[in-house]
């Protein structure tokens, strides 16, 4: 079954740019959307974007001027790069998969999670 | 942006009964092309990441016990938890899919009493 791991650093200072990585694994990124979300206690869950196979993608627009999401089907993985960091993007950032809406359009399979502190 | 608003924040139920969540969206989420609404339920406990329910409002994704059920439309959304059983304590979050950016609720927190 298919599996999402997020990897990048678990510390960045402000006014950086945070790079992170979700592997996928048990599966192909075909035929799905392919999310970033982050988790704080204050603001609880926040979608930051998502990307579709072809590399379509879509932002939150509180985000957009300071996010790229990319995918690279050859590594079978895609990426999250957010600059001129804050401290208010210290979260937990979560990869998880999107079924497309007309199949059912939840979010299926999650990665653990990987907490980034911005300090 | 669509604002989903859940209700209660937090809830305390004994094991066997029931619990209710409600969801409402600022905007009708319902698509109507194929007449679904654009809804989803999560479940999310301690140190793990938010689990699917429920898609599409009422559908249960598979392998999630028939406890769990999920009704409304529109606007207006229900999580039922029937026969509440101690895995069942977690936050629980609805999520629209509906605009072009997806929005979550703020969560309901569900604990035993």
């Known amino acids: 079954h298919v599996q999402l791991q997020e990897s990048g650093p678990g510390l960045a200072k402000p006014s950086e740019t945070l790079s992170l990585t979700c592997g996928v694994s048990g599966g192909s990124l075909n035929n799905y959307f392919w999310i970033w979300i982050r988790q704080t206690p204050g603001k609880g869950l926040e979608w930051i974007g998502h990307i579709n196979y072809v590399g379509t993608t879509n932002y939150n627009p509180s985000l957009r001027s300071r996010v790229t999401i990319s995918v690279d089907t050859s590594k079978n993985q895609f990426s999250l790069n957010l600059n001129s960091l804050t401290t208010a993007d210290s979260a937990v950032y979560y990869c998880a998969r999107r079924i497309p809406a007309a199949a059912g359009g939840g979010m299926d399979v999650w990665g653990q999670g990987t907490t980034v502190t911005v300090s | 942006d669509i604002v989903m608003t859940q209700s209660p924040d937090s809830l305390t139920v004994s094991l066997g009964e029931r619990a209710t969540i409600n969801c409402k969206s600022s905007?009708?989420?319902?698509?109507?092309?194929?007449?679904?609404?654009?809804l989803a339920w999560y479940q999310q406990k301690p140190g793990q990441p938010p689990k699917l329910l429920i898609y599409w409002a009422s559908f249960r994704e598979s392998g999630v016990p028939d406890r769990f059920s999920g009704s409304g439309s529109g606007t207006d959304f229900t999580l039922t938890i029937s026969n509440l059983q101690a895995e069942d304590v977690a936050v629980y979050y609805c999520?629209?899919?509906?605009?072009?950016?997806?929005?979550f609720g703020q969560g309901t927190r569900v604990e035993i009493k």
């Open positions: 905007q009708s989420v319902l698509f109507s092309s194929n007449n679904k609404n654009y």
């Open positions: 999520q629209q899919f509906y605009s072009t950016w997806w929005t």
